[in-house]
């Protein structure tokens, strides 16, 4: 009987051997393993034997079994390697699907207008003073001769946060600030920075916007040296060419006060629809500092005189790019942003 499993067993490997195919597998596995499999039937005939015989021919059938239960997996193993294989080897698998792009970041439009800002004054040699966004209602207006119910208030539509507080409407509060920490050193300096005004959005007229102050103290400052710096700025910003006007204009915290404009860079003063057909272009206010100005920022009027000026940043952008409406600077629609 046991020498007849031995040779049982050869069989069955041999048999295994030969199977080269997935498919043969199961057929080989049905003949030898399956239910009414050649090594199943045995078990079934282990009643024939005598009761000595029995126990080791069955713990030799379960061996067989166990040792043909895992050369089979073996085998099965190795057939699903080499047709995997074979199929790698013949079949292309392309693996280069592009990745999904990054689009890189870029500054905003704004940003890179109050950096070129910077940049030209900053070759005249003026420093950067900044100065906080929520002001106190005497520095954005009593401290500039603006006290309260003086009508010239009404310039200014106003947030106002409580009774004392506002979000700053313009970027002058920053000169009394930057006079009382230079304390009596002379000033160049620019102020650039965000205000708020409570007013109707229209394409010209955002709630927020940047403006950017200039200030200059020292002694004996005069209003060509305002003159001769807008239009020094003017030209480094709008081309050489550029031609300057003043005109007579009314601000608390100067006198005497000018307003400046420039020719119409896109029709050379021809008139057009951007400078309603004036020819000419507002570039901001402007003007001496008014002696009550300077005294509230520590400065002896007797001694000392100054220069101011203002102007927007938007609206200089949409001049150069030709925007036609302001409320683009705030909607973060990328479809805008990126084309600067
Ligand atoms: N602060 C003024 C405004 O917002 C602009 C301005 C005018 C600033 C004259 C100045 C100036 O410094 O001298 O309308």
Known sequence: MLESLDSLQKEAMESLDRVAGLEELPVWYREWLGRKGRVTDLSRGLGGLSPEERPQAGQRINQIKQGLEQAFEAHQ???????LEASLGSEALDITLPG??????????????????????AEMGFQVFETPEVETDEMNFEMLNI???????????TFWVNDQVVLRTHTSPGQIRCMRQSKGQPIRVILPGK?????????RSEHQFFQMEGLVVGHSIRMTDLIGTIRDFIRKMYGESRKLRIRGSYFPFTEPSIEVDMDCMLCRGKGCRVCKHTGWLEVGGAGMVHPVVLQNGGYDPEEWSGFAFGMGVERPAMLH????????????????LRQF
């Open 77 to 83: 193993q190795a057939i699903e390697n080499r047709a």
């Open 100 to 121: 999904r792009p990054l689009a890189p970041g870029h500054l905003h439009l704004t940003t890179q207008t109050l950096r070129r800002l910077r940049q030209i004054f």
């Open 147 to 157: 006290p309260p119910y003086h009508p010239a208030r009404d310039m200014w539509d």
């Open 195 to 203: 205000c708020y005004r409570y007013e109707a959005i229209t394409p």
């Open 321 to 336: 790019h030709r925007i036609e409406d302001i409320r683009f600077f705030y909607g973060n629609d990328l479809r805008f």
